[in-house]
C-alpha cells in the first residue's frame, strides 16, 4: 500500500477538474499541466498546482508529450500520473514509461492496456473467453486483395474500423463492393493521421444495434466487480451525445448476461482499475463485443449516481493498492453494488446542431448554469468571459441528471437545461432537449440510428 501525496493529472478541461476533486477529497495534492494555449482557462486553477508545459508544441501535441510530463511529474514529487480520457489515456509508451520512472500510472498496466486497448486484440481475448463478437476476421487488412476477401466473407454492408481507434474515427461503412476499396483507404489515411496506425479490420455492419456498455472496476489482487450498464445509443456519426443508466430496453436476464460477459472479458487479462466493456445488441436482443476502453469515461458519471461509487476516487485508491473489499473501497462483493434509480447524462458542447454540428468559439458574454435537486455537473470552461477556442473538442459542460424513475430523471435533464442561459457561442441545448422529449427517448428505445433518422431533431 502506497499512499499517494500528489497526483499529476496529464488532462485538461472538465476531467481534469473532476479528478482534482477526487484527489482533493482523499487529501492528495493535485498537480495540473496546460498549454500555451490553456493560460486562461479554469481548471488549471482548480488544482493546487498548475504548470505550463510544451512551449511552441501546438494546443494538442502540448499534452501529448510522454517525457516532458513524465519529467515533470517526478521533479515535482508526484507519485501518481491520471491520465484522464483521450490524449495519452490509451498510450501503452506512456503506461510503461511511467512504470519505469517509478511513478503510478493510474489506470491498468501496459500489458494489460495493449492487450485490450486494440480493437482486433481484445476481439481475440472475447473469442477466447466464449464471449460472442461481431462476424469478422480478427487481422488487420493490408492488400486489396485481403479486403475484398475479407468483406465478402462477412457480407454487406460491411465496416471497415481502425484497430486504434476511438471517437467514431477511421470508421468507415461499406454497403456494396464497388466503394470498397477508395473507403479501405480513405479509412487508413484517416486512422493514420488520427493514431499513427494504420491497421483497418473489417467486420460485418449491424443495422441500427443499441450501444450497452458496462463499467468495470478490478484491484491488484484480481476482485473485479461491474457497476452495471450504460445506454449510450444517442450518437451522431459514431459519437455519444446522451448516455443513462440503467438500460430499459433490457431484459434482467440480458443485462445479467451482458455484465457477466464484460466480467470474464476483463477477467481474461486479470484486469485492474476502471473500464468499459462496449457491446451492441441487435434486434433480436443478442448481444456482441465491440471494445473495451481501458481508462475512465466521459460518461462515468451515471454510474456514479445509481450506485453511488466514486470511480474515481477508486481509481486512484486502487492504484495505492487497496483492495476493493478494504474499508477504504468498501466494495465487499458484487452484491454491494446496488442500482437505485436512473440517471441520464446530456453532453452540452459548443457546436452549432442547425449548422452540421460546426463548432462554435469566441467569448461567452452571459453564462447561468443551473442545479438543484439530482442535477451534477462537471465542467471545465464555461463561466461569463471565457474564451472558447477552437483548439479542443467543444464539450462545454455535462449534465447529470438523477431520477427514481426514468422519466423523473427526464424531467430533471429537461428543467436543468433549461435553466441554462448561455450568450456568445451556439450550444446544442435545443437539440438535446428535443432527443429528451422525443417518444422513442421517453420508451427509453433509440437505436444508434436515431438522430440520423429524425432530422426534425435539429430544428
Ligand atoms: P470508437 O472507439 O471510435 O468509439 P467503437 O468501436 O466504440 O468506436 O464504435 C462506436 C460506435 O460505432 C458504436 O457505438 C456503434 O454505434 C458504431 N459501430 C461500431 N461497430 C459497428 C458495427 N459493426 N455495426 C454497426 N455499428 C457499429
Known amino acids: 500500500m502506497k499512499k499517494f501525496k500528489r497526483i499529476l493529472v496529464a488532462n485538461r478541461g472538465e476531467i481534469a477538474i473532476r479528478i482534482f476533486r477526487a484527489c482533493r477529497e482523499l487529501g492528495i495534492r493535485s498537480v495540473a499541466i496546460y498549454s500555451e494555449e490553456d493560460k486562461n482557462a479554469l481548471f488549471r486553477t482548480k ?51 511511467c512504470e519505469e520512472a517509478g511513478i503510478e500510472f493510474i489506470g491498468p498496466d501496459h500489458i494489460m492496456m495493449d492487450r485490450l486497448g486494440d480493437k482486433i486484440k481484445s476481439k481475440m481475448v472475447a473469442n477466447e473467453v466464449g464471449v460472442p463478437t461481431i462476424p469478422g476476421i480478427e487481422k488487420a487488412v493490408h492488400s486489396d486483395k485481403d479486403a475484398k476477401k475479407f468483406a465478402d466473407y462477412c457480407g454487406y454492408p460491411v465496416m471497415l474500423k481502425a484497430a486504434a481507434g476511438g471517437g ?34 473489417i467486420e460485418k455492419y449491424l443495422e441500427k444495434p443499441k450501444h450497452i456498455e458496462v463499467q468495470i472496476l478490478g484491484d491488484k489482487y484480481g476482485n473485479l466487480v461491474h457497476l452495471y450498464d450504460r445506454d449510450c445509443s444517442i450518437q451522431r456519426r459514431h459519437q455519444k451525445l446522451i448516455e443513462f443508466t440503467p438500460s430499459i430496453c433490457l ?21 485492474r482499475n476502471a473500464g468499459t466493456v462496449e457491446f451492441l445488441v441487435d434486434s433480436n436482443g443478442d448481444h456482441y463485443f465491440i471494445e473495451m476502453n481501458p481508462r475512465i469515461q466521459v460518461e462515468h458519471t451515471v454510474s456514479e449516481m445509481v450506485t453511488g461509487i466514486d470511480i474515481v476516487q477508486s481509481q486512484i485508491m486502487v492504484a495505492e493498492g487497496f483492495a476493493l473489499d478494504s474499508d477504504e473501497i468498501g466494495i465487499k462483493a458484487q452484491d454491494d453494488v446496488q442500482v437505485r434509480g436512473f440517471a441520464i447524462q446530456c453532453r452540452v458542447t ?80 435545443g437539440f438535446l432537449l428535443n432527443v429528451l ?19 426534425e431533431l435539429l430544428d
Not at 431484459?251 to 484486469?271: F, M, S
Not at 417518444?439 to 438522430?451: Q, S
Open 350 to 429: 459548443t457546436e452549432d446542431p442547425s449548422n452540421n454540428f460546426a463548432p462554435d468559439t469566441g467569448i461567452i458574454d452571459v453564462y447561468r448554469s443551473s442545479s438543484g435537486l439530482g442535477i451534477r455537473l462537471d465542467g471545465g470552461n464555461g463561466f461569463t468571459g471565457a474564451v472558447i477556442s477552437p483548439y479542443y473538442d467543444s464539450l462545454l459542460v455535462k449534465v447529470t441528471s438523477y431520477g427514481r424513475t426514468f422519466s423523473d430523471a427526464i424531467k430533471k435533464s429537461t428543467r436543468a437545461l433549461k435553466e441554462f442561459k448561455i450568450r456568445g457561442v451556439k450550444t446544442n441545448i
Open 168 to 201: 467514431g474515427r477511421g470508421m468507415r461503412i461499406v454497403r456494396e463492393e464497388k466503394d470498397l476499396l477508395s473507403e479501405f483507404r480513405s479509412a487508413q489515411n484517416e486512422a493514420k493521421k488520427a493514431f499513427g496506425i494504420d491497421d483497418i479490420f
Open 47 to 97: 488544482a493546487d498546482e498548475s504548470y505550463q508545459i510544451g512551449k511552441n508544441k501546438g494546443p494538442v501535441e502540448a499534452y501529448l508529450g510522454i517525457d516532458e510530463i513524465i519529467s515533470l511529474a517526478k521533479s515535482k514529487g508526484a507519485d501518481a500520473i491520471h491520465p484522464g480520457y483521450g490524449f495519452l489515456a490509451e498510450n501503452t509508451e506512456f503506461a510503461r514509461k
Open 251 to 271: 431484459t434482467e436476464e440480458q443485462r445479467n448476461n451482458i455484465c457477466n460477459d464484460a466480467l470474464k472479458i476483463a477477467g481474461a487479462v486479470n484486469y
Open 437 to 455: 422529449n422525443h417518444e422513442t427517448f421517453k420508451a427509453g428505445n433509440c437505436d444508434t440510428g436515431f438522430i440520423a433518422e429524425n432530422p
